[in-house]
């Protein structure tokens, strides 16, 4: 009986997708998904190192980290600017995996769909918890007069918890199957392709 339905969830998945998929398709991550995790969490996670290290600097964006209404200061300590330098290496560090080592994924391994699957969602979820802990971070370190009034955040706090809090939701979408074909997670018998020499 398992056989029996293995080999039709196998036949029915064969039936699904083309025998010869396009260079660029990545059924694990498809439409919005893709765009969101291989194209716009790549550049909105490297743009802030870039903020960083160039223009407008890390006295502005230390300064950002916490929303106020006076002007960012002229300069910041030696231990401060390295500790605000080595984070834009930390989003440069994320933004750098989604963009690379997704696209390795799609095009290593066209053929084997419930791989690129099983890759992703253990990036995902190493990815959840730090959007978890991230949000949390970024919230219980706001003054108590902000925190619980984000009509007073800026944009970096917005990106910080608001956004964070966006990409952790559409990753979770994700695992659950909305608006894609899942092809390991939420299957009891994963489909398997037969290896080729």
């Not at 291989?38 to 230390?62: D, K, N, R």
């Not at 290593?108 to 978890?132: C, H, K, M, P, Y």
Request: aromatic share 14%; proline share 8%; hydrophobic share 45%.
């Amino acid at each position: 009986m398992a056989a029996r339905d293995s080999a039709h969830h196998q036949s029915s998945l064969e039936q699904a997708l083309p025998s010869s998929m396009a260079p660029n398709s990545f059924p694990a991550l498809p439409g919005f998904y893709r765009f969101l995790f291989l194209y716009f969490e790549p550049v909105s996670t490297i743009s802030p190192a870039l903020m960083i290290w160039l223009w407008p600097g890390a006295s502005w964006f230390h300064h950002q980290l916490v929303p106020a209404p006076d002007p960012s200061p002229i300069g910041l300590d030696a231990r401060t600017v390295l500790a605000v330098w080595q984070l834009g290496n930390c989003y440069m560090l994320l933004g750098l995996i989604s963009s690379l080592v997704f696209r390795a994924v799609r095009d290593a391994l066209q053929n084997d769909i419930v791989a690129q699957e099983r890759i992703l969602g253990s990036a995902f979820t190493a990815l959840a918890i730090a959007d978890v802990t991230h949000i949390l971070a970024s919230f219980a370190g706001l003054p108590s007069e902000l925190r619980y009034n984000p009509g007073s955040w800026n944009a970096t706090t917005h990106g910080n918890i608001s956004f964070t809090l966006f990409l952790f939701s559409v990753r979770m979408a994700w695992f659950l199957g909305v608006g894609r074909r899942r092809y390991y997670y939420g299957q009891s018998q994963p489909h398997r392709p037969e290896k080729t020499k």
